[in-house]
């Protein structure tokens, strides 16, 4: 029997293991916050933990239902939300038009990096809050001071993110590009950005993070409108935050403050991936036609 025939006879006896759909992961998701909502629900409703240091889903849903009707603050939820995104957003699109240049000239120049590299990296460890009362002094309680906050929380990332995926780019593609005659800006919009764009988006999503937890705190600190005013103004009316008296509603700010960061996330999620997508459009290149 031939070498032929016989790999015919062992692929008709080879027996045929059937394939298993992969789980899907929006699947898994969605089973993972069933179950966590499900013990949210088991230790409150059972009594493991007080309700005034973790309010049940009805609770927080009811309460979030009345904010959504009557507002706060002399104003709706959809406004106060709109206050938050506009800030966030203002501060996403100086950060993105900013650090990602910076982060190119660092990462292609030795003396870039070396004069702006120790700044970022000083000031990167510092909670924003932090030095929330300068900026206050420096820059007044109007929106300028808000907007500096959430713009300093986003652009590190983004800066120190470019300036590594440029100096990642593959040094073959530099030569070839170099070799068929490409300039210093085409380098940079062909070759340089779109080898750097994943690093570019990783730090835009961990700069917008990092936004949002201070997105509450610069609103409540010094402003009069957005998601994190009433949890400050509540905690001062009640005097002790949640307070003592065991009452739900002196919990309502936090619950409040959570629920509209929580709604702004999702927007601003948004807002980054449209950021992001125009990115990948600018940096792919274009067909010619001839």
């Known amino acids: 029997m031939s070498t032929l025939e016989l790999s015919d006879v062992e692929a008709t006896t080879q027996v045929k293991t059937p394939r298993t759909a992969p789980t899907d992961t929006r699947s898994i998701s969605t089973v993972t916050v069933a179950v966590l909502i499900l013990l949210w629900w088991a230790v409150t409703h059972w009594g493991f933990i007080d309700p005034l240091f973790l309010p049940g889903p009805g609770?927080?849903?009811?309460?979030?239902?009345?904010v959504l009707n009557n507002g706060y603050m002399d104003a709706t939820l959809w406004q106060h939300l709109g206050s938050s995104l506009?800030?966030?957003g203002l501060a996403l699109l100086a950060a993105v038009l900013t650090a990602i240049p910076l982060g190119v000239a660092m990462g292609c120049n030795r003396i870039a990096r070396g004069i702006f590299d120790p700044i970022i990296e000083f000031y990167r460890p510092v909670p924003p809050l932090a030095y929330l009362p300068l900026i206050v002094i420096w820059c007044g309680i109007g929106e300028l001071s808000k907007v500096l906050l959430i713009y300093l929380a986003i652009f590190a990332p983004i800066a120190i993110a470019t300036a590594n995926g440029v100096?990642?780019?593959?040094p073959a593609k530099l030569r070839a590009a170099r070799c068929l005659g490409a300039s210093r800006t085409q380098l940079i919009r062909h070759?340089?950005?779109?080898?750097?764009?994943?690093?570019?988006?990783t730090g835009l999503r961990i700069g917008l993070g990092g936004g949002l937890v201070d997105l509450g705190g610069g609103g409540a600190?010094?402003?009069?409108?957005?998601i994190g005013v009433h949890g400050a103004v509540g905690g001062t009316v009640s005097g002790d935050g949640c307070g003592d008296s065991g009452d739900f509603a002196d919990c309502g700010d936090c619950v409040r403050d959570g629920a509209g960061i929580a709604g702004a996330a999702t927007p601003a999620g948004a807002l980054a991936r449209a950021v992001a997508w125009v990115m990948a459009r600018r940096a792919s290149p274009q067909p010619r036609h001839l």
């Open 86 to 88: 506009g800030r966030i």
């Open 59 to 66: 609770a927080v849903l009811s309460k979030g239902w009345d």
């Open 167 to 170: 100096r990642n780019v593959d």
């Open 191 to 201: 070759v340089i950005l779109p080898s750097a764009l994943p690093d570019i988006l």
């Open 221 to 226: 600190d010094c402003g009069d409108s957005g």
